[in-house]
């Protein structure tokens, strides 16, 4: 399994919840002083400047990779965390929270070297050793450092299931089966439903000949996560070492369907992870905000990739802010809707459906004249919609200019004869026109 892929399939728009076991971020002055020699072991911080003799602080060593050729959202989240972490020097929060920016956007060297930092600041704290285990792993550390890193990280949280599995997982790519098989199944101890632990001894069953496990466990993995390719895959092996040919066969077939993958539910990586602002974690998040209806992340996460220099940014934008006006506007939360329609129409300039809307916004508030502007404004750009036809003939009913009204429900009638529109001019006792 590749490592950007995990990285890709963990991507989740949650918030990460705070973690129960946290260490102090800040030391007093004796303890800060004894941490700054660690530092300078693990980093090189002291440096001599003529003759002071100075020392610099710890947060000299920070990473600070060029960013010149990094989009804008992203240098700036750098620049702004890096920042933070300077101004701050003895805060492992601050200097954590670099590293995960850096870690977000596949810096893994950087974010290393911040996790660090943020773990001799904050030995006790579980989230800044996880999170160097897994930078460490993914920027292709020594086998035996990753191992020693994920140890440390289960002593201090030995009740938290993912960091069983991503522990297994860096020991099965150092071919350690049966440590890997020990640690999935800790992890399946403190968490039976994990799906990727399930599927992880059954890998390791299979790697070392194991059938029925491998199969039981499998099992029970494509049970929790039905549209798991991989699990499929693995399955159609197992039944085969077994063999179930027809089985076999069946989950093959099976995985040739699917092009899902089990996500390990992970909240300190998920934090990690939403910190990204990379134009193809943006574009995945708009995609999900509209799918979802969150249409306040996806108007932010479209925001950020227009000023990213996508070049469909312009668009998704207008799409979210749309369907954000769009929802305001049928909750009845006008005065928040106005706002996004005039945004959504600055976007897209072309478009009737926003023209519409924001028209029947402004007639349900009562304001007749300004709705019947975004109207003409919709006729102007589809002048066969019987929908904006018919609304403006409204308008003008209710600002008292029945003839006109009578000549815009006339042009709708004509476009759909079963329009409402003409109903309402046998109401006024107008024979509209076949």
Not at 51 to 58: E, G, R, V
Not at 256 to 274: C, K, W, Y
């Amino acid at each position: 399994m590749g490592r950007a892929s995990r990285r890709k399939r963990e991507r989740q728009p949650e918030t990460a919840p705070k973690q129960a076991n946290t260490g102090s971020s800040r030391r007093s002055p004796a303890i800060a002083a004894a941490i700054a020699v660690v530092l300078v072991a693990s980093f090189g911080v002291w440096t001599l400047d003529g003759d002071d003799n100075a020392i610099q602080p710890a947060s000299a060593s920070l990473p600070d990779p060029d960013t010149s050729s990094m989009t804008v959202p992203v240098a700036r989240a750098i620049r702004e965390a890096r920042a933070a972490a300077l101004a701050q020097p003895d805060s492992a929060d601050a200097a954590g929270r670099l590293g995960q920016v850096y870690h977000a956007h596949w810096l893994y060297d950087a974010a290393a070297a911040c996790y660090e930092i943020a773990h001799q600041l904050a030995p006790e704290e579980f989230r800044w050793a996880y999170l160097l285990a897994g930078a460490e792993e993914l920027r292709g550390a020594d086998g035996e450092r990753v191992d020693e890193l994920f140890r440390a990280a289960i002593r201090l949280l030995p009740r938290y299931p993912p960091v069983y599995v991503r522990h297994a997982d860096a020991l099965l790519r150092l071919g350690r089966w049966a440590e890997a098989r020990d640690a999935y199944a800790a992890a399946i101890e403190r968490d039976p439903e994990l799906a990727l632990a399930q599927r992880g001894r059954g890998q390791t069953a299979l790697l070392m000949g194991d059938g029925p496990t491998a199969v039981e466990h499998l099992e029970q993995a494509a049970r929790l996560e039905p549209e798991d390719r991989i699990v499929q895959v693995a399955l159609a092996r197992a039944y085969a070492v077994m063999d179930r040919s027809e089985l076999a066969a069946e989950a093959a077939r099976k995985a040739q369907t699917l092009r899902g993958e089990a996500r390990l539910p992970d909240p300190i990586f998920f934090e990690m992870q939403n910190l990204a602002v990379d134009p193809e974690t943006l574009r995945a998040r708009v995609a999900r905000g509209v799918r979802n209806g969150d249409y306040d992340m996806a108007i932010q996460a479209a925001t950020l990739l227009e000023e990213s220099g996508a070049p469909a940014a312009r668009q998704q934008l207008a799409l979210a802010s749309k369907q954000r006006a769009n929802q305001l506007g049928m909750s009845g939360e006008f005065d928040a809707a106005l706002p996004e329609f005039e945004r959504a129409s600055r976007l897209a300039p072309t478009d009737p459906e926003i023209e519409h809307n924001w028209g029947t916004v402004l007639m349900r508030r009562g304001d007749l004249e300004e709705a019947g502007r975004h109207f003409e404004k919709a006729i102007e750009l589809n002048p066969q919609s019987a929908d904006s036809l018919y609304n403006l003939g409204v308008v003008l009913e209710g600002l008292g200019q029945i003839d006109e009204a009578i000549r815009r429900f006339t042009a709708a009638a004509a476009i759909d004869p079963q329009h409402v529109a003409a109903r309402r001019l046998a109401e006024l006792g107008v024979a509209s026109e076949r």
